[in-house]
Structures are given as C-alpha cells and as structure tokens.
C-alpha cells in the first residue's frame, strides 16, 4: 500500500484544524464552509477504511488486529459527532470542536501506523 | 468561505450550561477520551490481560473516570456538577499518581496506560485536561452562587432565573 491516502488525511485533518481555529478566533460558528471540509476528511477516511479492510480481506494480518478493528470503526465516527457536536454551539466554540476531529484524523494516521505498519504515512 | 459570525451575547444565546460555549469543547475532549480509554482497556483485558494487569485495570478506571466526567458535565445541572467536580478531582490525582508510579516502577507497566508518564502518550492532554475541567465547574459553581444572592428565591434547578452573563 502506498502512503498517498494516509497522508493526504494527514494533510486535510491539519488543515481543517487550522480552519477551524481561524474561525474560532475570528469569533466564527460553525458554517457551511467547515461543514463541507469535514466532509471531505470523512470521505478520505471512508476511502481508508475500504483499503484497509480490502487488505484484510485478503490475507493481510496485523499483531494487533483488535485494536485495528476498533480504530476502523472509531474513524468514522469521530468526525460525524464532532460535525453534530459542533453544529448545536452557537459560539465560536463549535469550530473549536471541529479542530479537535481534524487533529483526531490526523493522530490517527500516525498510530494506524504503529499498529501496522503496512499502512504506510 | 465565510462562516457566520457568532451572534452576541444576548439572552437566547449567551451559555447556559456546562456543555455550551468552552464548555462544548470539553465535552468533546472528554468524550474522545472516554472513547479511546473504554476501547484501549475493552483490548488490553480481553486479548492478553494477564501481560500486565495492573496497567490494564488502571485502564479500565481511568475508562470509567472519562466517561462518569463525559457524562456530568454534559447534563450540567447541580447535582451533576458535583459528580463531575469529584471525577475531574479523581482523575487529576489518578494522572499524578499513575504518572509517578509507572516512572518509579517501570515493571508493573510493560504496556502503557492512558495515564502512564502523566499521559506523555496523548500528548500530555491527560494532564491539562482535568485542570481546565476543575476550572470550569469552579466557574459554574461562583455563578450558581451570583445566582442565589441576587434571586434569592431561585433554587438550583431555576436555570430561569439566571442573571445576564458576559464573562465568556
């Protein structure tokens, strides 16, 4: 597996954690346009699951195979709740909890990582 | 894109409970935490428990300690605050003494804990978090007082009755 997913997530959740602190300090709820960006890294993390899963299902097995499952199905999670979360403020505190699931993505890479190191960052 | 910007503090949305404004964020943190301890100690004990128990079972404790906290201070009425104030207590002691036990006596942690190293492994967020968590329920408890002196009719559960509030 190349790194080109994993990366590219680790790019986007910074970015949307950048975003969302920017709008946090410009006193900003949450809007449309963070919304769409959290969209987009859950749509990369979904393309990730599927790989990895695709790797699975074929063969591939790490030492630590719960605790891989058990980030598979967190993953996605993360930043629909956050997304729901986020959305109910009506303060600059909502982008500041979208910022949190952008840095979530993004530590997440790193500890797929280490718990196998097939996925490659 | 530009976001909206967020209206003033007026009544309708000025904070209204622990869980709104910083508040929000706390939540989500402890949340997260509540996740990634109850998933990491639900791992650590059914796949190899006997490798190191006592890292495990702290685990699991510090799993129950997130989530009581996760949960208090979302709901926010006085009786939940009080939960959360011991939680946010429990949980600082746990982080010093756990952070200084697996530094003091590395054998007893052959795997780490979420508290291991004062939470070196999650960025030391483990340390500062129930700090800000004990600071906003200290925040919640002086205004419930404000509250209670200047309505003295109000009771605890009279969110109704609150005064305006621009401290935030």
Redesign the interface.
């Known amino acids: 597996m190349n790194g080109a997913v994993p990366t590219t997530i680790i790019v986007a959740g910074l970015a949307l954690a950048g975003y969302a602190l920017l709008?946090t300090a410009?006193?900003?709820?949450?809007?449309?346009?963070?919304l769409?960006a959290l969209g987009v890294l859950e749509i990369l993390l979904l393309v990730l699951i599927g790989i990895i899963v695709a790797r699975l299902v074929t063969g591939g097995r790490p030492a630590?195979l719960?605790?891989l499952i058990?980030y598979l199905i967190?993953m996605p999670i993360?930043p629909v709740?956050?997304g729901l979360?986020?959305a109910?403020?009506?303060?600059?505190?909502?982008?500041?909890?979208i910022a949190?699931a952008g840095l979530?993505a993004a530590v997440l890479m790193v500890r797929l990582h280490e718990i196998w190191p097939a996925i490659r960052v | 894109m530009s976001e909206p910007t967020a209206p003033p503090e007026t009544a309708a949305s000025r904070p209204d409970s622990t869980r709104t404004g910083p508040g929000r964020l706390l939540v989500a943190v402890y949340a997260l935490f509540a996740l990634s301890a109850s998933a990491r100690a639900v791992v650590q004990i059914a796949t190899k428990f006997g490798h190191a128990p006592v890292a495990y079972l702290l685990s699991a404790f510090a799993a129950v300690v997130y989530i009581l906290a996760t949960v208090t201070l979302a709901i926010g009425n006085p009786t939940a605050r009080r939960i959360a104030v011991l939680s946010c207590s429990v949980e600082f002691a746990g982080v010093l003494a756990v952070g200084t036990w697996s530094l003091i006596d590395r054998a007893t942690f052959p795997d780490a804990t979420v508290w291991s190293g004062y939470g070196s492994g999650y960025g030391f967020v483990p340390l500062v978090l129930p700090v800000f968590g004990l600071l906003w329920l200290r925040h919640w408890a002086r205004r419930a007082r404000t509250r209670r002196v200047i309505v003295p009719q109000a009771t605890d559960a009279g969110e109704a009755a609150e005064i305006p509030h621009t401290s935030l």
């Open positions: 709008m410009l006193n900003r709820r949450v809007g449309l346009g963070l769409v630590g719960a605790t058990g967190a993360v709740v956050a979360w986020g109910m403020e009506r303060s600059r505190w909502g982008p500041a909890v949190v979530v």
